[in-house]
């Protein structure tokens, strides 16, 4: 109680001056660090927000590239059906087409020789045309 009795109402008054002034300070600091943290939160929402439309973004573009790839390979495997059954095709023809061949070279021999027969008989018609002529006008 004796300190109490020699503290003054202005040393009282000026002690609780300076406690509020440093409790300002302190506050004023606080306040300035809890708008930092608030203004670095708005950052990294923003940052967030841009990063989560950029993996919707790439999402779409994986769906349309897998879409692609999916459309491409279906494509791919009826070509190479298609190329399976035209192989096939070929296989059972080739034999068909061996047969022919040899009928055709047959018959291309054979109207050959029967070119050269009429040409002959053409020729021997020609030379009996003018003979007759000859005969008949002498």
């Given at each position: 109680?004796?300190?109490e009795g020699?503290?003054?109402?202005?040393?009282?008054?000026?002690?609780l001056?300076?406690?509020?002034?440093?409790?300002?300070?302190?506050?004023?600091?606080?306040?300035?660090?809890?708008?930092?943290?608030?203004?670095?939160?708005?950052?990294?929402?923003?940052?967030?927000?841009?990063?989560?439309?950029?993996?919707?973004?790439?999402?779409?573009?994986?769906?349309?590239?897998?879409?692609?790839?999916?459309?491409?390979?279906?494509?791919?495997?009826?070509?190479?059906?298609?190329?399976?059954?035209?192989?096939?095709?070929?296989?059972?023809?080739?034999?068909?087409?061996?047969?022919m061949?040899?009928?055709?070279?047959?018959?291309?021999?054979?109207?050959?020789?029967?070119?050269?027969?009429?040409?002959?008989?053409?020729?021997?018609?020609?030379?009996?045309?003018t003979?007759?002529?000859?005969?008949?006008?002498?």
């Amino acid at each position: 109680m004796a300190d109490e009795g020699t503290i003054t109402p202005e040393i009282r008054i000026s002690q609780l001056e300076d406690s509020l002034a440093t409790e300002t300070e302190r506050l004023q600091k606080l306040f300035a660090a809890y708008e930092a943290q608030e203004k670095d939160l708005l950052d990294v929402r923003a940052e967030n927000e841009v990063l989560e439309k950029e993996i919707i973004e790439r999402e779409i573009e994986k769906e349309a590239q897998e879409s692609l790839i999916a459309e491409k390979d279906f494509r791919i495997r009826d070509l190479e059906m298609k190329a399976t059954k035209a192989d096939k095709r070929v296989e059972h023809l080739e034999p068909e087409l061996e047969k022919m061949e040899e009928k055709y070279s047959r018959e291309k021999d054979r109207l050959g020789k029967i070119f050269n027969i009429a040409t002959e008989l053409d020729d021997d018609l020609k030379l009996a045309v003018t003979e007759m002529k000859a005969r008949d006008d002498w």
